[in-house]
């Protein structure tokens, strides 16, 4: 799990198992992405979502959004092809990456 704010983390209870690391998606730290199959969001800030996903596509995973009901995201990313998921009740947006490339960076 990656916040750029340390704080938040003190906030949240996780299994033993869940590693909390500081890092910024305009920034990247691309060691904690690879390998990754799927890079998602819960209720990313609007100007973060495209960055989550271009993060995503460079990397070579798909990305989750789950998104505020009334936000649509938006994203100029031709190599991710945008689902809109119901899963229970609950509308997600998946980005599949089409390329899988892992050198784009």
Request: net charge neutral; no cysteine.
């Amino acid at each position: 799990m990656t916040d750029i704010n340390p704080d938040y983390f003190k906030s949240i209870k996780t299994r033993s198992n869940v590693r909390l690391v500081v890092n910024d998606i305009f920034n990247p730290n691309w060691k904690l992405y690879e390998g990754a199959d799927l890079i998602y969001s819960i209720r990313p800030n609007p100007e973060v979502q495209k960055q989550i996903i271009e993060v995503a596509f460079k990397s070579g995973a798909d990305s989750l959004l789950k998104v505020l009901s009334d936000e649509w995201p938006e994203t100029d990313n031709k190599y991710m092809r945008h689902e809109v998921v119901n899963y229970k009740g609950v509308i997600l947006h998946l980005f599949l990456n089409t390329v899988r490339q892992k050198d784009s960076r």
